[in-house]
């Protein structure tokens, strides 16, 4: 496949995760903050902020409502939904020809709804509702993407921004999290902290699925075991790293003149260490720098994938 | 049709003007034209508001397809849907054999003018065409010359606009052998008009033309360069903001091949490769959107990175076909149109089934002077430019405009041209909750590969302001469904 469409269908994926993320931890931050005291509105919502793996801009003014507003509706900010729902939108009609019309459809559906005025009244009205619309369409589009694309290279790079993308989110937001989950400040009650691992998992979808392996006895521990290690839960961490593993793998195999070892070392390693790691082993040493490094080294495989696939020389090529 | 139904239709019809254009459903007399009157027995039978509402749902569907063109010299990205008509515009039998006969003679005829051209130029040294006048053409590429063409076919793909004067004649306004557009849109009206009008679409013996995409490959297929069995075809367009890209998107994907951009494309002693994940993988044949001007920095305009170094010199070596070839737009100057049927007779012998539009040639003293004295009542167009841009319509000019041409024209009179303000057909669209006459042309598409295929129908573009005669998507056209009957 031409390797600005592989670049397009993999872009295409992870600014609707990313949209996706932002949605649903923004949906959380809101009903979080019924709970908070007003002197604590701030702090939680830049720490939200820092969860979506934002430095800058976003600086609060004081009205949650103006804040997510803008979070989902300014489209010059790359932060918002709106912003990444546009990117993913673009992306795709770059490669129009790669992807299924059912699910361009669909995409594009998403594209004028949350574009259109009423979106907006609506948010105004009921935003978690508008919110859950989003979200909706986006699984359509997902559910559309696997049901009517063939499961070539094109779909595997789908596969692979989705993976990476969230397995990069995942890891932010544990990061940024991990300091209150584990020294909760001295009057915080303990009610608060529960809401917060609620909110937590709530943030990747989660919360269910927890109950059913752990009861809904909630540990800081577990909460991370789950998120990070869980084998079998699509938004834990080394489930995704398994899916690009796996997403690299096809891809490699579907070509098969030039093999990206560099690439194949990299996934393989941090499968391999998220594989063979204990929780235990991750709190006794320094779960942050663990965090961390899953990030550095999703940002190292993100290089590799574009070294290898998308912006080789020529020469390289066609030495083969 | 029962009493109760022709209440309604006049209804619907209003105070709809009849008078000396030729209208596509009635008669002078306000008669329907028997291939019409199914359809009005539907129309008149239909509940006041269902039009309303089967057009606002095929507006959703367009929206929703992304069946969108973006318009220029606005925000970029700024997209619209391309204005649809309910109503089809119908063609007998009997009328469509004529235009099909008469577009395969003209088509063989101007292939043939531009293999003369870029090989002999017989037709030049015969004095039938003046030579300064294709020299001068600023769409001939003197890098063709001499240039081995494959199957000496030049234009693959051909667009000709046809009008319907007042006495019923189907003529040719102009031929695109460039990149000529729109034919997705004649693929996704006919798909949307199965979908509003199933049992009257299904009743009347329409012929198919959904098969275009198909002919299409093939006929890109049979022009790859000898020695490729199994040929890579791609379709090379300039990228996302130009405005036909929907179009160039929905033919790659109906054909099942990949759309490239330039930056996709590299060449190495003289063989064209596209960057895939895989590595370099051979291309051997180029459907090419992208103009002659933009398609090779090396040969064509340097400041151009829409296309492909070193494309052209790859094309010369006969390692990739590129089609349309370049320098087609030489055949659809406007000035050359004037000697097209000159070029029938002199090629094959035969006189034009399908006649021009009457041209005066403004390099030529006495037509000039006749021209600038009737500037009112004439359209002028510049030569070289299309989609109704540059162009001046006599009658709704105001002074200013016609002192500003006829300074143009003095200044460089071969790059103009002077015709009649043709009152060419009108058809009725649904304007409001109406039925009002439209201004129509006709744009069968052609295609020649081993032969010549045009399939059954072609865009019917619609000037949607009322007594407007620009058709062009850019300036505000729409179109229309269209429909040859069986029989």
Redesign the interface.
Known sequence: MLSRVADSLYWMSRYLERAENTVRQLDVTMNLMLDTGPDQLEARWLRMVAGLGKQVGMVWNGSLEDMAYNMVFDSSEPASVIYCVNGARENARQVREEISTEQWQRLNRLFHHINSPQAQDQFRADASELMASIVDGMYLFKGTTDTTMIHGQGWQFIRLGRYLERAYATATLLEVNQPQLFQPSADERSEYSYLELVGLLRSCTSFEAYCQVYTADLSPDRVLEFLLLNRDFPHAIRYCIDGAHEATDAIQRSGGRRSPDELTASIGRLHAMLGFTSIREVLHGDPAAFLHAIREQCLHIHELIYRHYVQYSIQSALAV | MNAAHSTELDALFGNYPLDQAFDEMRRRDGELRPQYRALAETLAGLPADELHRRKQSADLSF????ITFTVYGRDEGTERIFPYDLLPRIVTAQEWERIEKGLTQRITALNLFLRDVYSDAKILADHVIPRDLVYSCKHYRRPMKGLQVPRNVYVGVVGSDLLRLNTGEFVVLEDNLRVPSGVSYMLTNRRVMKRTFPQLFNSYGVRPVEHYPQLLLATLRSLAPEGRPEPNIVLLTP??FNSA??EH??L??QMGI????G??L?T?DNIVY???????KRVDVIYRRVDDDFSDPLIFRSDSSLGCAGLFNAYRAGNVTVSNAFGTGLADDKAIYAYVPRMIKYYLDEDPILNNVETFLLGEDKERRHVLANLDKLVVKAVGESGGYGMLIGPHSTAKQREEFARAIEANPRNYIAQPTLDFSRAPCFIGDKLEPRHVDLRPYILYGDKINIVPGGLTRVALERGSLVVNSSQGGGSKDTWVLDS
């Open positions: 929206l929703t397809q992304g990228g996302v890209y929907f998107t929905y790659a994907r990949d759309l490239v951009e930056r996709d590299v190495h596209m960057r895939t994940t895989d590595g370099l």
